[in-house]
């Protein structure tokens, strides 16, 4: 189980990281691995895979929450708006 949660929680965290908030380039830091979503999964994959298991779990939570809450705020806002009009 541990396995699949390292997996989730680097591509998650990848994601969050490069995609939603575009880090990379606000932090000045656009090159490999941290421009990259694949090679940053890696890295991050290998750090949690060594760091304890609630290390893991907490960014498991963190970047889950993260990535979802636009998703989640979209589908609220959809509701409610259908049910104004």
Do not use: D
């Amino acid at each position: 189980m541990k396995i699949f949660e390292v997996i989730l929680a680097a591509n998650l965290f990848s994601f969050y990281f490069i995609v939603q908030n575009n880090f990379p380039q606000k932090w000045k830091l656009n090159f490999k691995p941290f421009n990259c979503t694949l090679c940053l999964t890696a890295w991050i994959g290998l750090i949690l895979y060594i760091l304890p298991l609630w290390a893991t779990e907490a960014m498991l939570c963190m970047f889950g929450a993260g990535v979802i809450a636009p998703f989640f705020r979209n589908f609220l806002n959809n509701l409610y708006e259908t049910k104004r009009h």
